[in-house]
Protein backbone atom coordinates (compact mmCIF):
# COMPACT_ATOMS: atom_id res chain seq x y z
CA UNK A 1 0.00 0.00 0.00
CA UNK A 2 1.59 3.41 -1.33
CA UNK A 3 -0.85 5.39 1.15
CA UNK A 4 0.51 6.69 4.84
CA UNK A 5 -1.53 4.66 7.85
CA UNK A 6 -2.85 8.61 8.53
CA UNK A 7 -4.46 8.30 5.22
CA UNK A 8 -5.73 5.27 5.49
CA UNK A 9 -7.61 5.95 8.59
CA UNK A 10 -10.06 8.08 6.92
CA UNK A 11 -13.02 7.88 4.78
CA UNK A 12 -14.52 10.17 2.38
CA UNK A 13 -17.27 12.82 4.21
CA UNK A 14 -21.18 10.54 3.65
CA UNK A 15 -22.73 13.87 3.62
CA UNK A 16 -20.53 15.34 0.91
CA UNK A 17 -20.67 12.17 -0.97
CA UNK A 18 -24.46 11.72 -0.80
CA UNK A 19 -25.33 15.17 -1.67
CA UNK A 20 -22.97 14.92 -4.35
CA UNK A 21 -25.09 11.29 -5.84
CA UNK A 22 -28.16 13.23 -5.61
CA UNK A 23 -26.89 15.79 -7.82
CA UNK A 24 -25.66 13.46 -10.07
CA UNK A 25 -28.80 11.69 -10.04
CA UNK A 26 -30.53 15.46 -10.49
CA UNK A 27 -28.22 15.82 -13.90
CA UNK A 28 -29.31 12.56 -15.16
CA UNK A 29 -32.73 14.25 -15.03
CA UNK A 30 -34.24 11.98 -12.43
CA UNK A 31 -36.40 13.72 -9.63
CA UNK A 32 -34.55 13.65 -6.61
CA UNK A 33 -36.07 15.41 -4.10
CA UNK A 34 -32.95 16.07 -1.77
CA UNK A 35 -32.83 16.23 2.11
CA UNK A 36 -29.01 15.95 2.32
CA UNK A 37 -27.86 19.79 2.46
CA UNK A 38 -25.45 20.61 4.99
CA UNK A 39 -25.71 24.24 4.19
CA UNK A 40 -28.97 27.00 4.22
CA UNK A 41 -30.69 27.05 0.81
CA UNK A 42 -30.45 30.96 0.78
CA UNK A 43 -28.21 32.80 -1.32
CA UNK A 44 -25.39 35.05 0.47
CA UNK A 45 -26.87 38.78 1.47
CA UNK A 46 -26.47 41.36 -0.93
CA UNK A 47 -24.30 43.87 0.88
CA UNK A 48 -21.95 40.90 2.16
CA UNK A 49 -21.58 40.11 -1.88
CA UNK A 50 -21.12 44.07 -2.64
CA UNK A 51 -18.34 44.26 -0.33
CA UNK A 52 -16.06 41.37 -1.64
CA UNK A 53 -16.85 42.94 -5.13
CA UNK A 54 -15.48 46.32 -3.63
CA UNK A 55 -12.48 44.63 -2.10
CA UNK A 56 -11.75 43.09 -5.35
CA UNK A 57 -12.33 46.21 -7.36
CA UNK A 58 -10.06 47.75 -5.17
CA UNK A 59 -6.89 45.56 -5.44
CA UNK A 60 -7.30 43.73 -2.39
CA UNK A 61 -6.22 39.95 -3.62
CA UNK A 62 -3.08 39.64 -2.11
CA UNK A 63 -1.48 37.79 1.15
CA UNK A 64 -3.10 38.63 4.18
CA UNK A 65 -1.49 37.73 7.76
CA UNK A 66 -1.66 34.24 8.37
CA UNK A 67 -4.23 34.38 11.00
CA UNK A 68 -6.38 37.00 9.53
CA UNK A 69 -6.45 40.76 8.64
CA UNK A 70 -6.58 43.05 12.39
CA UNK A 71 -10.20 44.41 11.29
CA UNK A 72 -11.95 40.77 11.39
CA UNK A 73 -10.12 40.42 13.93
CA UNK A 74 -11.73 43.49 15.76
CA UNK A 75 -15.47 42.38 14.52
CA UNK A 76 -14.57 39.07 15.91
CA UNK A 77 -13.65 40.65 19.19
CA UNK A 78 -16.53 42.80 18.89
CA UNK A 79 -18.93 39.61 17.92
CA UNK A 80 -17.65 38.09 21.19
CA UNK A 81 -17.91 40.57 23.40
CA UNK A 82 -21.92 41.52 22.42
CA UNK A 83 -23.20 38.33 21.85
CA UNK A 84 -21.58 35.95 24.28
CA UNK A 85 -20.03 38.62 26.57
CA UNK A 86 -16.29 36.87 26.47
CA UNK A 87 -13.54 39.47 25.85
CA UNK A 88 -10.55 38.39 23.59
CA UNK A 89 -8.05 40.19 22.37
CA UNK A 90 -6.90 40.01 18.43
CA UNK A 91 -4.12 38.20 19.60
CA UNK A 92 -6.13 35.33 20.84
CA UNK A 93 -8.66 35.19 17.77
CA UNK A 94 -7.59 33.29 14.43
CA UNK A 95 -9.27 33.06 11.34
CA UNK A 96 -8.91 29.96 9.28
CA UNK A 97 -10.56 28.56 5.89
CA UNK A 98 -13.95 27.91 7.67
CA UNK A 99 -14.59 26.76 10.96
CA UNK A 100 -13.85 22.74 9.85
CA UNK A 101 -10.13 24.02 9.24
CA UNK A 102 -9.91 25.91 12.71
CA UNK A 103 -11.22 22.47 14.52
CA UNK A 104 -8.69 20.70 12.67
CA UNK A 105 -5.57 22.72 13.61
CA UNK A 106 -7.03 22.86 17.26
CA UNK A 107 -7.27 19.27 17.42
CA UNK A 108 -3.71 19.42 15.67
CA UNK A 109 -1.93 21.90 18.13
CA UNK A 110 -3.66 20.34 21.34
CA UNK A 111 -3.40 16.45 21.07
CA UNK A 112 -0.86 14.09 21.28
CA UNK A 113 -0.11 10.18 19.97
CA UNK A 114 -2.41 8.11 22.32
CA UNK A 115 -3.99 11.29 23.26
CA UNK A 116 -7.78 10.38 24.17
CA UNK A 117 -10.78 12.96 22.81
CA UNK A 118 -14.05 12.72 24.00
CA UNK A 119 -16.88 12.90 21.63
CA UNK A 120 -20.26 12.83 22.33
CA UNK A 121 -22.47 10.83 19.63
CA UNK A 122 -24.27 11.47 17.52
CA UNK A 123 -21.66 13.75 15.88
CA UNK A 124 -20.80 16.07 13.25
CA UNK A 125 -19.13 13.33 10.58
CA UNK A 126 -15.41 15.24 10.50
CA UNK A 127 -14.92 15.05 14.52
CA UNK A 128 -14.02 11.71 14.54
CA UNK A 129 -11.60 11.74 11.18
CA UNK A 130 -10.18 15.16 12.56
CA UNK A 131 -8.80 13.61 16.02
CA UNK A 132 -7.58 10.67 14.17
CA UNK A 133 -5.67 12.61 11.43
CA UNK A 134 -3.81 13.65 14.77
CA UNK A 135 -3.20 10.76 16.07
CA UNK A 136 -5.34 10.40 18.88
CA UNK A 137 -8.11 8.45 20.15
CA UNK A 138 -11.90 9.32 19.73
CA UNK A 139 -13.71 8.18 22.96
CA UNK A 140 -17.21 8.07 21.66
CA UNK A 141 -19.96 8.69 24.11
CA UNK A 142 -23.44 7.46 22.41
CA UNK A 143 -26.16 9.93 24.18
CA UNK A 144 -29.65 9.16 24.35
CA UNK A 145 -32.78 10.38 22.81
CA UNK A 146 -34.48 10.41 26.42
CA UNK A 147 -31.90 12.62 27.62
CA UNK A 148 -32.62 14.72 23.86
CA UNK A 149 -28.88 13.49 22.94
CA UNK A 150 -27.32 15.70 25.42
CA UNK A 151 -24.40 14.22 27.17
CA UNK A 152 -25.23 13.76 31.11
CA UNK A 153 -22.25 14.97 33.28
CA UNK A 154 -22.14 11.60 35.30
CA UNK A 155 -21.48 9.75 32.05
CA UNK A 156 -18.77 12.22 31.13
CA UNK A 157 -16.82 11.81 34.75
CA UNK A 158 -17.22 8.08 34.30
CA UNK A 159 -15.21 8.17 30.58
CA UNK A 160 -12.11 10.28 31.64
CA UNK A 161 -9.27 8.95 32.31
CA UNK A 162 -5.60 10.48 32.30
CA UNK A 163 -5.28 10.47 28.90
CA UNK A 164 -8.47 12.66 28.34
CA UNK A 165 -7.29 15.70 26.70
CA UNK A 166 -10.31 17.29 25.10
CA UNK A 167 -14.05 17.42 24.79
CA UNK A 168 -15.97 18.39 21.30
CA UNK A 169 -19.38 19.87 21.70
CA UNK A 170 -21.33 20.86 19.40
CA UNK A 171 -24.48 23.28 20.70
CA UNK A 172 -26.29 23.80 18.72
CA UNK A 173 -25.61 20.48 17.25
CA UNK A 174 -25.41 19.10 13.94
CA UNK A 175 -27.24 16.57 13.29
CA UNK A 176 -29.78 16.18 16.10
CA UNK A 177 -30.46 20.22 16.90
CA UNK A 178 -29.75 19.62 20.25
CA UNK A 179 -28.96 23.04 22.63
CA UNK A 180 -27.49 23.34 26.08
CA UNK A 181 -28.61 25.05 29.10
CA UNK A 182 -26.85 27.60 30.51
CA UNK A 183 -27.08 24.97 33.74
CA UNK A 184 -25.90 22.35 31.59
CA UNK A 185 -22.96 23.30 30.23
CA UNK A 186 -22.01 24.53 33.99
CA UNK A 187 -22.22 21.08 35.33
CA UNK A 188 -20.00 20.17 32.54
CA UNK A 189 -17.57 23.01 32.93
CA UNK A 190 -16.53 22.03 36.62
CA UNK A 191 -16.31 18.68 35.73
CA UNK A 192 -13.54 19.97 33.07
CA UNK A 193 -11.89 22.28 35.07
CA UNK A 194 -11.56 20.21 37.97
CA UNK A 195 -9.87 17.64 35.72
CA UNK A 196 -8.02 20.22 33.36
CA UNK A 197 -9.48 18.81 30.31
CA UNK A 198 -9.55 21.43 26.95
CA UNK A 199 -12.93 21.79 25.16
CA UNK A 200 -13.92 22.78 21.63
CA UNK A 201 -16.89 24.40 22.01
CA UNK A 202 -18.40 24.12 18.42
CA UNK A 203 -21.35 26.93 18.12
CA UNK A 204 -21.59 27.83 14.27
CA UNK A 205 -25.07 27.14 14.46
CA UNK A 206 -25.71 29.57 17.50
CA UNK A 207 -27.91 31.99 15.34
CA UNK A 208 -30.39 29.42 13.94
CA UNK A 209 -31.87 28.78 17.09
CA UNK A 210 -36.07 28.84 17.99
CA UNK A 211 -38.60 29.56 20.40
CA UNK A 212 -36.31 31.69 22.49
CA UNK A 213 -33.47 29.29 23.29
CA UNK A 214 -30.64 31.62 24.69
CA UNK A 215 -27.55 29.92 23.05
CA UNK A 216 -24.43 30.27 25.89
CA UNK A 217 -20.94 30.12 24.92
CA UNK A 218 -19.48 27.05 27.57
CA UNK A 219 -16.19 29.98 27.78
CA UNK A 220 -18.50 32.61 29.30
CA UNK A 221 -19.40 30.78 32.33
CA UNK A 222 -16.03 31.82 34.49
CA UNK A 223 -12.23 32.38 33.60
CA UNK A 224 -11.19 28.88 34.47
CA UNK A 225 -13.64 26.96 31.85
CA UNK A 226 -12.95 30.38 29.30
CA UNK A 227 -8.72 29.38 29.80
CA UNK A 228 -9.35 25.71 28.83
CA UNK A 229 -11.73 26.62 25.50
CA UNK A 230 -11.70 27.09 21.81
CA UNK A 231 -14.47 28.89 20.43
CA UNK A 232 -14.93 28.21 17.48
CA UNK A 233 -17.85 29.84 15.06
CA UNK A 234 -17.68 31.33 10.98
CA UNK A 235 -20.08 32.59 8.36
CA UNK A 236 -21.11 29.96 6.67
CA UNK A 237 -24.12 29.00 8.38
CA UNK A 238 -25.10 32.31 9.97
CA UNK A 239 -24.44 34.20 6.74
CA UNK A 240 -25.24 31.56 4.22
CA UNK A 241 -21.21 31.59 3.53
CA UNK A 242 -20.30 28.27 2.76
CA UNK A 243 -18.44 29.01 0.28
CA UNK A 244 -16.02 31.57 0.95
CA UNK A 245 -14.47 29.45 3.76
CA UNK A 246 -14.44 31.81 6.41
CA UNK A 247 -14.34 30.51 10.02
CA UNK A 248 -13.08 31.99 13.14
CA UNK A 249 -11.72 30.48 16.66
CA UNK A 250 -10.57 32.22 19.70
CA UNK A 251 -8.94 31.01 23.15
CA UNK A 252 -5.58 30.38 24.70
CA UNK A 253 -2.87 32.66 23.08
CA UNK A 254 -0.36 30.14 23.24
CA UNK A 255 -3.17 27.88 21.59
CA UNK A 256 -3.87 30.21 19.20
CA UNK A 257 -0.70 30.41 18.08
CA UNK A 258 0.49 27.66 17.03
CA UNK A 259 -2.43 27.29 15.64
CA UNK A 260 -1.39 30.09 13.26
CA UNK A 261 2.15 28.35 13.06
CA UNK A 262 0.24 25.73 11.36
CA UNK A 263 -1.64 27.33 9.48
CA UNK A 264 1.54 29.41 7.78
CA UNK A 265 2.88 26.22 6.62
CA UNK A 266 -0.24 24.91 5.44
CA UNK A 267 -2.84 27.17 3.81
CA UNK A 268 -1.79 30.46 5.02
CA UNK A 269 -4.21 33.31 5.11
CA UNK A 270 -7.87 32.44 4.19
CA UNK A 271 -8.72 34.36 1.06
CA UNK A 272 -8.26 38.06 1.50
CA UNK A 273 -11.69 39.35 0.38
CA UNK A 274 -13.55 37.31 1.65
CA UNK A 275 -12.04 38.29 4.84
CA UNK A 276 -13.59 41.60 3.90
CA UNK A 277 -16.67 40.69 3.05
CA UNK A 278 -17.00 38.55 6.51
CA UNK A 279 -16.31 42.06 8.07
CA UNK A 280 -19.23 43.34 6.48
CA UNK A 281 -21.18 40.16 7.59
CA UNK A 282 -20.44 40.61 11.21
CA UNK A 283 -20.64 44.24 11.83
CA UNK A 284 -23.47 45.39 9.49
CA UNK A 285 -27.07 44.67 9.28
CA UNK A 286 -28.16 41.05 10.80
CA UNK A 287 -31.72 41.77 9.52
CA UNK A 288 -30.82 38.54 6.94
CA UNK A 289 -30.32 36.21 9.59
CA UNK A 290 -33.62 37.30 11.29
CA UNK A 291 -35.32 36.35 8.28
CA UNK A 292 -33.64 33.12 7.66
CA UNK A 293 -34.92 32.24 10.79
CA UNK A 294 -37.88 33.48 10.58
CA UNK A 295 -38.52 30.71 7.14
CA UNK A 296 -36.04 27.95 9.05
CA UNK A 297 -38.83 27.46 11.76
CA UNK A 298 -41.64 27.33 9.80
CA UNK A 299 -40.17 24.83 7.92
CA UNK A 300 -38.75 23.09 10.87
CA UNK A 301 -42.53 22.84 12.36
CA UNK A 302 -43.94 21.52 9.47
CA UNK A 303 -41.29 19.01 8.56
CA UNK A 304 -41.46 17.48 11.84
CA UNK A 305 -45.26 17.12 12.25
CA UNK A 306 -44.63 15.35 8.95
CA UNK A 307 -42.21 12.60 10.14
CA UNK A 308 -44.43 12.07 13.04
CA UNK A 309 -47.37 11.17 11.10
CA UNK A 310 -45.71 8.68 9.11
CA UNK A 311 -46.10 5.09 11.05
CA UNK A 312 -43.05 3.85 12.39
CA UNK A 313 -41.27 7.11 12.64
CA UNK A 314 -41.12 9.55 15.57
CA UNK A 315 -38.82 12.74 15.40
CA UNK A 316 -37.94 14.97 18.22
CA UNK A 317 -38.28 18.89 17.84
CA UNK A 318 -35.32 20.34 17.27
CA UNK A 319 -33.96 23.58 19.24
CA UNK A 320 -31.13 24.91 16.72
CA UNK A 321 -29.81 24.25 13.54
CA UNK A 322 -31.53 22.88 10.38
CA UNK A 323 -31.95 19.13 10.92
CA UNK A 324 -34.65 16.84 11.39
CA UNK A 325 -33.22 13.67 12.79
CA UNK A 326 -35.89 10.89 12.99
CA UNK A 327 -36.11 7.78 14.89
CA UNK A 328 -36.49 4.64 12.17
CA UNK A 329 -35.92 1.79 14.63
CA UNK A 330 -39.12 0.76 13.75
CA UNK A 331 -38.61 0.83 10.43
CA UNK A 332 -35.54 -1.22 11.16
CA UNK A 333 -36.01 -5.13 10.22
CA UNK A 334 -39.04 -4.69 7.85
CA UNK A 335 -38.25 -6.18 4.23
CA UNK A 336 -38.05 -4.84 0.92
CA UNK A 337 -38.12 -6.91 -2.39
CA UNK A 338 -36.75 -9.48 -0.32
CA UNK A 339 -34.38 -7.88 1.57
CA UNK A 340 -34.30 -7.15 5.56
CA UNK A 341 -33.55 -3.52 6.14
CA UNK A 342 -30.86 -3.83 8.51
CA UNK A 343 -29.37 -0.47 9.32
CA UNK A 344 -29.55 3.31 8.57
CA UNK A 345 -26.95 3.25 5.70
CA UNK A 346 -29.23 0.25 3.26
CA UNK A 347 -32.38 2.74 4.62
CA UNK A 348 -31.27 5.74 3.12
CA UNK A 349 -29.91 3.52 -0.16
CA UNK A 350 -33.32 2.30 -0.91
CA UNK A 351 -35.15 5.92 -0.51
CA UNK A 352 -32.48 7.24 -2.68
CA UNK A 353 -32.92 4.62 -5.60
CA UNK A 354 -36.86 3.78 -4.85
CA UNK A 355 -38.53 6.90 -3.16
CA UNK A 356 -36.07 8.93 -5.26
CA UNK A 357 -35.54 10.92 -1.28
CA UNK A 358 -31.77 11.63 -0.32
CA UNK A 359 -30.90 11.38 3.14
CA UNK A 360 -28.35 10.55 5.23
CA UNK A 361 -28.11 7.48 6.84
CA UNK A 362 -27.64 8.02 10.90
CA UNK A 363 -24.53 5.50 11.13
CA UNK A 364 -22.60 8.79 9.71
CA UNK A 365 -23.50 10.34 12.38
CA UNK A 366 -22.51 7.28 15.39
CA UNK A 367 -26.30 6.91 15.27
CA UNK A 368 -27.51 3.97 12.96
CA UNK A 369 -31.54 4.41 14.29
CA UNK A 370 -31.89 7.84 12.81
CA UNK A 371 -31.91 9.31 9.58
CA UNK A 372 -30.90 13.19 8.88
CA UNK A 373 -32.93 15.13 6.69
CA UNK A 374 -31.83 19.06 6.65
CA UNK A 375 -34.79 21.18 6.08
CA UNK A 376 -32.45 23.90 4.35
CA UNK A 377 -34.70 23.46 1.27
CA UNK A 378 -38.85 25.08 0.15
CA UNK A 379 -41.65 23.94 1.78
CA UNK A 380 -43.09 22.08 -1.87
CA UNK A 381 -39.71 20.20 -1.49
CA UNK A 382 -40.63 19.43 2.43
CA UNK A 383 -43.88 18.50 1.57
CA UNK A 384 -42.98 16.03 -1.38
CA UNK A 385 -40.33 14.16 -0.16
CA UNK A 386 -41.74 13.44 3.20
CA UNK A 387 -45.00 12.23 1.38
CA UNK A 388 -42.37 9.61 -0.84
CA UNK A 389 -41.26 9.19 2.08
CA UNK A 390 -44.60 7.82 3.92
CA UNK A 391 -45.97 6.23 1.30
CA UNK A 392 -42.72 4.13 0.74
CA UNK A 393 -42.80 2.95 4.07
CA UNK A 394 -46.33 1.86 4.36
CA UNK A 395 -45.67 -0.59 1.24
CA UNK A 396 -42.83 -2.18 3.40
C1 LIG B 1 -21.05 23.20 8.76
C2 LIG B 1 -20.38 22.84 10.03
C3 LIG B 1 -19.07 23.24 10.30
C4 LIG B 1 -18.15 23.81 9.26
O1 LIG B 1 -18.40 25.03 8.84
P1 LIG B 1 -17.41 25.78 7.84
O2 LIG B 1 -17.20 27.08 8.47
O3 LIG B 1 -18.14 25.88 6.54
O4 LIG B 1 -16.16 24.99 7.73
C5 LIG B 1 -18.54 22.99 11.55
N1 LIG B 1 -19.24 22.34 12.48
C6 LIG B 1 -20.49 21.89 12.25
C7 LIG B 1 -21.19 21.16 13.32
C8 LIG B 1 -21.10 22.12 11.01
O5 LIG B 1 -22.32 21.65 10.78
Request: charged content about 20%; glycine content about 8%.
Given at each position: MVLSKRAQSIGPSPTLGLTARAKAMKAEGIDVIG???????FDTPMHIKEEAKRALDEGFTKYTPTSGIPELKQAICKKFKEDNGLDYEPSQVIVSCGAKHCIYNAVQVLCEEGDEVILPA????SFPEQIRLAGAKPVIIGTKEEDRFKLPPPILSKYITNRTKLLILN??????GTAYSKEELQKIAEILVAEGIWVISD?????????GFQQVSI???NPKIKDLTIVVNGVSKTYS?????IGYAAGDKQVIGAMSNLQDHS?????SFAQKAAVVALSGTQEPVTQMVIEFKKRRDYIIERLNQIPGITCLLPQGAFYAFPNISKVLGRVCDGQVIENSTLLAEMLLTQAKVAVVPGSAFGADNYLRLSYATSMDNIAEGSKRIKEWIKKI
Open positions: FGAGEPDPYWVSPCNPTEIYEKIVYDASLMTGWRTSNPT
